[in-house]
């Protein structure tokens, strides 16, 4: 199993451009979710979704689209990027029932605007 | 809404005891959980508390208190590995664990 996998590792953009951040994860869990980790701060929902066709918005969906077109995957888009959501930015999945209750992340992707 | 509580940064010695504390104010609280985060890496879990009480895994235990709105995490024989960032999360009832509200993290260095 590779667990949750995201890509770019590293990204940097220019105001105003868009770009989409891959996830995708082996394990078959129905729940996914997108976070942004700000500097010395914990993690912020942006999206989730909690099975193909659904989704979500979270504490901080300004900015961001998502889709869930399959269990595997679910990538976040960047609609015109802006200096303020430079961030790392975490995939996370679980599943939805069961006794199993923790998040597996993904690497992180680490996006700076300019 | 949510407030989570949890000190920025903490330091303790090698082989010591340290006890890092969160404290919440939420309406509909199911669950709590610790996460580990290295510098540079993704958070790790660690543990779920439900119910009153310590659990314990090896060096690592947390415990809860629902009525006092308080957990703690509490790690023992300190190693220098064990520097990292520590993040609670509250889960709300009748939500999946990963729609979960998390604290801003407690850094603990841990010292020769």
């Known amino acids: 199993n590779a667990g949750v996998t995201q890509t770019p590792k590293f990204q940097v953009l220019k105001t105003g451009q868009s770009m989409t951040l891959q996830c995708a994860q082996d394990?078959?869990?129905?729940?996914m979710s997108w976070y942004r980790q700000d500097p010395g701060m914990g993690l912020r929902l942006i999206h989730y979704s909690v099975g193909a066709g659904i989704t979500d918005q979270g504490e901080v969906p300004n900015g961001y689209n998502v889709s869930r077109s399959t269990t595997e995957d679910f990538p976040l888009r960047l609609l015109s990027a802006a200096p303020s959501q430079t961030s790392v930015y975490f995939c996370?999945?679980?599943?939805?029932?069961?006794?199993?209750?923790?998040?597996?992340f993904g690497p992180g992707t680490r996006l700076t605007v300019t | 809404g949510q407030n989570i509580d949890q000190p920025t940064e903490m330091t303790a010695t090698e082989g010591a005891i340290v006890q890092i504390n969160c404290t919440y104010q939420t309406s509909g609280f199911n669950g709590l959980f610790w996460y580990q985060q290295h510098a540079g890496e993704a958070p790790t879990f660690l543990s779920y508390?439900?119910?009153?009480g310590l659990e314990e895994k090896g060096r690592f235990s947390s415990f809860l208190s629902r009525s006092k709105g308080y957990s703690y995490l509490l790690l023992k024989e300190l190693q220098m590995k064990d520097s990292a960032s520590y993040l609670c999360a509250v889960r709300l009832h009748n939500t999946n664990a990963g729609k979960s509200t998390f604290g801003d993290g407690t850094t603990l260095t841990v010292k020769p």
């Open positions: 508390n439900v119910l009153d």
């Open positions: 394990m078959n869990h129905e729940y």
């Open positions: 996370a999945s679980s599943l939805v029932s069961g006794s199993s209750h923790e998040q597996y």
